[in-house]
């Protein structure tokens, strides 16, 4: 049956004030003056409509993640590293998103994911003077934004669970400035701060989950250059799984007397789509080298990634990998007399897009082929990773505990000198270091969200 077309709602007032009326301006000047619009600016610059009814949690983390200018790390589209709805997908599909919106704990996973760091707290775990405090502190600084998960009943609006970045703070009125993000449906506008916290404190009735807000900010280390976490597809649920279940459970139920055989059954234990998280780990570094001709700043970041990636090459551990892989992973072939290539299989991604499925990515093994984008000179050879160097990423940010069950000591301690990142060089170190935190937040706010009632479609 189809829906009739609707433009705009009338906001309903009271209880809020719409932003642009001339008591919204009112509270905006003494706001201003009183030093607690300090976050407005830099959120303003970068708001942004949601693309899709169900986006609101993906726009509501984008605007605040380009308003803390944390870099991405990777290509938007053309030249340019920026967040987009469409990149946010480390913990739950777009296609999921789309469909059935997405709840509290994978919005702050996706922030996370990131770079972000965040506190959240649901109404359950602060009080009223909490979020008074917080939305104080945040409004007044410019590195840190405040994200409301709250219910639009509270304020005479239709729809439901909804997220929005606050832009500010009134004091004496103990009003805050909710930039909605579903422009098409509601304008920025000025509500209670009380019913605010009455709007987050509200309770799913399916999961008993209530909602509440996080503050987001800049977090100290750098964003990952070469892997991360992702979850284009329904894949990652079974590797997490094997992560955090199965691969601990095998170690305990089988003795490996040496960190070969351990490695083998490990490797031989990975579920069939393993290739599949692989692949997300890969393509979402892979389309960053996609243009023919690099900026400096382009340059030297093809030469950390390449850094990154001997580094990963250099560990024991990726060498004990390839020997066990190698027979099925990566072969010799040689093509119209050009040399030695490693054939790899893969997906070619550019631009977000799949250009070609289970394609072998010819890659040059002689550095005499690099090219510094001079047109007479050969093309430019991007090192791509190789299933070996991801599975060898993959066993370095798994749980220290994960290996606790090896009974035999000498194996563990083998096996554990292998997979610790102590001595590790800085650059692989902190790569390491960042998918560690990625993969913790995927598979914590799963077990989270596994019965939290999605976000409805209207926003």
């Known amino acids: 049956m189809e829906v009739a077309s609707l433009y705009r709602r009338v906001l309903p007032t009271p209880p809020a004030v719409e932003?642009?009326?001339?008591?919204?301006?009112?509270?905006?000047?003494?706001?201003?003056?009183?030093?607690?619009?300090?976050?407005?600016?830099?959120?303003?610059?970068?708001?942004?409509?949601?693309?899709?009814?169900?986006?609101?949690?993906?726009?509501?983390?984008?605007?605040?993640?380009?308003?803390?200018?944390?870099?991405?790390?990777?290509?938007?589209?053309?030249?340019?590293?920026?967040?987009?709805?469409?990149?946010?997908?480390?913990?739950?599909?777009?296609?999921?998103?789309?469909?059935?919106?997405?709840?509290?704990?994978?919005?702050?996973?996706?922030?996370?994911?990131?770079?972000a760091s965040v506190r959240c707290f649901r109404a359950d775990?602060?009080?009223?003077?909490?979020?008074?405090?917080?939305?104080?502190?945040?409004?007044?600084?410019?590195?840190?934004?405040?994200?409301?998960?709250?219910?639009?009943?509270?304020?005479?609006?239709?729809?439901?669970?909804?997220?929005?970045p606050i832009g500010g703070y009134h004091a004496g009125t103990d009003r805050a400035l909710i930039l909605d993000v579903a422009r098409f449906k509601y304008p920025p506008h000025w509500v209670p701060l009380t019913l605010l916290w009455e709007a987050m404190n509200t309770t799913d009735k399916a999961t008993g989950f209530l909602r509440g807000f996080m503050l987001v900010s800049r977090h100290n280390s750098a964003p990952s250059l070469l892997y991360t976490v992702s979850c284009g597809d329904e894949s990652w649920k079974s590797m997490a799984k094997y992560c955090v279940e199965d691969a601990p459970n095998l170690l305990k139920d089988e003795s490996p007397d040496n960190v070969t055989t351990l490695l083998s059954r490990l490797v031989g234990s990975l579920p069939a789509n393993a290739g599949d998280l692989i692949k997300c780990v890969v393509e979402v570094r892979r389309k960053d080298e996609g243009g023919s001709c690099l900026s400096k700043e382009g340059k030297e970041r093809l030469v950390l990634k390449e850094k990154v990636l001997q580094q990963v090459r250099d560990t024991k551990l990726f060498r004990i990998v390839q020997e066990l892989q190698y027979p099925k992973r990566l072969r010799q072939a040689h093509t119209n007399g050009d040399g030695p290539k490693n054939v790899i299989p893969g997906t070619v991604v550019s631009e977000g897009n799949e250009q070609a499925n289970s394609v072998d990515l010819l890659l040059s093994t002689s550095p005499s082929e690099k090219s510094l984008c001079n047109p007479n000179s050969t093309n430019e050879a991007v090192k791509y990773p190789s299933s070996t160097d991801v599975l060898t990423v993959l066993l370095l940010v798994l749980h220290p505990s994960t290996w606790f069950g090896i009974r035999d000591e000498i194996v563990k301690a083998e096996f554990q000198s292998l997979v610790s990142t102590d001595d590790l060089p800085d650059l692989l170190k902190r790569e390491v270091l960042h998918l560690k935190r990625q993969l913790h937040y995927l598979t914590g706010c799963e077990g989270e969200e596994a019965s939290q009632e999605p976000m409805p479609l209207s926003p």
């Open 19 to 115: 932003f642009a009326s001339p008591e919204g301006r009112r509270l905006f000047a003494e706001a201003l003056e009183a030093g607690t619009m300090e976050g407005f600016f830099s959120l303003v610059s970068h708001f942004q409509t949601q693309s899709e009814p169900a986006f609101c949690g993906l726009a509501s983390i984008a605007v605040v993640l380009n308003a803390l200018a944390i870099d991405p790390g990777r290509r938007w589209k053309g030249p340019w590293r920026w967040f987009d709805e469409s990149m946010l997908d480390c913990c739950e599909p777009l296609h999921v998103v789309r469909s059935q919106g997405i709840t509290f704990g994978k919005v702050v996973c996706l922030a996370r994911c990131a770079g």
């Open 125 to 164: 775990h602060a009080t009223v003077h909490d979020l008074r405090a917080h939305l104080a502190r945040c409004a007044s600084s410019h590195d840190c934004h405040l994200i409301a998960s709250y219910h639009r009943g509270h304020f005479k609006q239709t729809g439901g669970g909804h997220f929005s």
